[in-house]
């Protein structure tokens, strides 16, 4: 955990001493928008990360249809069938365990900051670049001039305005937890990955995550609630963004894609229906059919000989 500790504590460290150029150094603003700049930093470092997770997120939805045959096919044979899977995820070039990177990555750095910002209240430890005097600045700071960050909703240390924002911010962590997996399963699934095994795993972190959150965030300080809040505002806005402007093939964000850039001429306009067309059709007007001419016995005869008839013969013909 010390490098951790010295990564997380160089950022917010440097974010608070930024703020503290126009507010109270000591005082909660500084360290709550401290821990704020921390976050959209550790956000930002991990877009790469996210963009893997989207395109394997894409992939596995893409191929489930070629992994619900596999499971007809090789039903019987569990080995088999993992092994045809595995072909199949690298045949694609998708890697089932990437949508869980980020969130694993995040881990370890919401766990150093919950464990400096606890000890900073508890015995005013240094980690890393926080030294002591920061962290008993960072321990004993008040939001509001009353509500100390590292308050939680079980230890309100006596201010009941500590479990008041407390739940606000397990709520909203809650709600921002389920509206972005929500938005994902609702708008860039196709149908027909609405009912395998992949949906199933979508459909439990539906309503397992924000229940994990719920629960355990009664026990997270203030500081570390607001951390997580605004990690999962910014992942709720990047995967809106990714998805409307990146959409899935047959699904819903596609087709409001494709009806947004058909509105703005990207697009050509759509085909005429078959009514328009029979229309269309009705009202054009035909050519009239030319009847043919009776030809008279001169002009078969040398039609069938070859000939062209000579005007004498036209002559005499028309004498007799």
């Known amino acids: 955990m010390v490098p951790l500790y010295y990564a997380v504590s160089f950022v917010l460290v440097g974010f608070h001493k930024f703020f503290s150029m126009f507010l109270d150094e000591a005082?909660?603003?500084?360290?709550?928008l401290s821990i704020i700049g921390l976050t959209l930093t550790i956000r930002a470092a991990l877009i790469p990360l996210f963009v893997k997770q989207i395109k394997s997120s894409r992939n596995m939805q893409l191929i489930q249809p070629k992994v619900r045959e596999l499971q007809?096919?090789?039903?019987?044979?569990?080995?088999?069938?993992?092994?045809?899977?595995?072909?199949?995820?690298?045949?694609?070039?998708?890697?089932?365990?990437?949508?869980?990177?980020?969130?694993?990555?995040?881990?370890?750095?919401?766990l150093a900051l919950f464990r400096?910002?606890?000890?900073?209240?508890?015995?005013?430890?240094?980690?890393?670049?926080?030294?002591?005097?920061?962290?008993?600045?960072?321990?004993?700071?008040?939001?509001?001039?009353?509500?100390?960050?590292?308050?939680?909703?079980?230890?309100?240390?006596?201010?009941?305005?500590?479990?008041?924002?407390?739940?606000?911010?397990?709520?909203?962590?809650?709600?921002?937890?389920?509206?972005?997996?929500?938005?994902?399963?609702s708008k860039n699934m196709p149908a027909d990955a609405l009912s395998g095994p992949y949906a199933q795993q979508q459909k439990m972190l539906l309503y397992v995550l924000p229940v994990v959150f719920a629960?355990?965030?009664?026990?997270?300080?203030?500081?570390?609630?607001?951390?997580?809040?605004?990690?999962?505002?910014?992942?709720?806005?990047?995967?809106?963004?990714?998805?409307?402007n990146n959409p899935a093939p047959g699904t819903?964000?596609?087709?409001?894609?494709?009806?947004?850039?058909?509105?703005?001429?990207?697009?050509?306009?759509?085909e005429a229906t078959p009514a328009s067309q029979a229309v269309m059709v009705e009202d054009t007007p035909q050519p009239q059919r030319q009847q043919p001419q009776r030809q008279t016995k001169a002009q078969r005869q040398a039609k069938a000989s070859g000939k062209p008839p000579t005007k004498g013969n036209a002559t005499k013909k028309k004498k007799r």
Not at 91 to 104: D, H, Q, R, V, Y
Not at 254 to 270: I, M, N, T, V, Y
Request: include cysteine; hydrophobic fraction near 45%.
């Open 27 to 32: 005082g909660g603003a500084a360290w709550v």
């Open 72 to 110: 007809k096919k090789y039903g019987h044979d569990r080995e088999r069938l993992a092994q045809e899977t595995m072909a199949l995820y690298k045949e694609s070039g998708t890697n089932p365990f990437a949508s869980c990177l980020p969130i694993l990555l995040q881990m370890p750095i919401f």
């Open 116 to 185: 400096m910002l606890d000890q900073a209240s508890k015995k005013g430890k240094a980690h890393g670049f926080l030294n002591e005097t920061l962290a008993q600045q960072f321990g004993d700071a008040k939001l509001f001039g009353k509500i100390p960050v590292s308050g939680t909703f079980l230890d309100t240390k006596g201010v009941t305005e500590v479990m008041i924002l407390a739940a606000v911010l397990v709520v909203a962590m809650t709600a921002t937890t389920f509206l972005t997996q929500r938005q994902l399963m």
């Open 215 to 244: 629960v355990g965030g009664i026990a997270f300080p203030i500081g570390v609630l607001v951390y997580w809040t605004v990690s999962n505002l910014w992942t709720m806005c990047q995967q809106f963004y990714v998805i409307r």
């Open 252 to 270: 819903p964000a596609a087709k409001a894609k494709e009806e947004r850039d058909r509105a703005k001429g990207k697009l050509p306009a759509a």
